[in-house]
């Protein structure tokens, strides 16, 4: 039942793999269009964040490609240097995203502080859960201990599963208001506005699909605690 479970997995490695490769040639593809007013990605969040009255954030490059993130306890907004020094429509979209968190944040988004407050609980089950349902198939013959393990790490993995599900309204909202900023700002004009969304879509199946896929892994493990307990 062990090697059979690990079938399950399969529409998520595929479905994950699929959105791996769609943000990379979509980004690809627009990171070789350049905007027509011709801001970089660094111009762009700091437009942003004038325009919407916010003084007290930052804007950094950061190393990495598609590293870029929003640090709400230092108050920066960190863009890869392919975004920082680029005026692409990618990097206007990514920029913007950014910033999209850099709102939530003002706005006390409440989904935003509660995966924030996730955090932990998914560090921790991501890093153990794993290891105690090995754990519990490794001392299978102990009868009852190693269906305990197994148990605690399902237990562990339902926070991964919950800072996933709630990755989702966040990443959507933070894509939607930065849509709309570029949109009334007149950073993105036109048909501009359409590659944008491309690339902030292609983004978002990546959270999809890492959520499908944790959500698989949680079926794999009670499938497993299931025939343990047979």
Not at 147 to 158: A, K, N, P, T
Request: with cysteine; net charge positive; proline share 2%.
């Amino acid at each position: 039942m062990y090697y059979l479970s690990f079938l399950i997995l399969i529409p998520g490695t595929i479905l994950s793999f699929w959105a791996q490769n769609n943000i990379k040639s979509t980004y690809r593809r627009y990171a070789q269009v350049n905007s027509r007013m011709g801001m970089t990605g660094s111009e762009v969040a700091r437009t942003i964040l004038h325009n919407m009255g916010i003084s007290d954030v930052k804007v950094e490059a950061v190393r990495g490609q598609l590293t870029d993130h929003y640090d709400p306890r230092a108050k920066t907004v960190r863009l890869s240097q392919g975004i920082y020094d680029s005026n692409s429509l990618a990097a206007a979209a990514v920029a913007a995203h950014e910033c999209g968190h850099v709102l939530q944040d003002k706005k006390d988004y409440k989904f935003m502080n509660f995966r924030a407050a996730l955090v932990p609980a998914a560090n921790i089950g991501s890093q153990f859960a794993p290891m105690l349902v090995m754990l519990g198939i490794f001392l299978s013959a102990m009868g009852q201990i190693s269906l305990l393990f197994i148990y605690i790490g399902i237990v562990l993995f339902v926070g991964v599963i919950a800072f996933h599900l709630i990755t989702l309204p966040v990443e959507f909202d933070a894509s939607r208001r930065a849509l709309k900023l570029i949109d009334e700002l007149g950073i993105l004009q036109g048909e501009e506005n359409r590659g944008a969304r491309a690339v902030l879509n292609a983004a978002a199946w990546t959270y999809v699909a890492t959520a499908f896929a944790a959500f698989l892994q949680l079926v794999q493990y009670l499938l497993i605690a299931n025939s343990r307990r047979g």
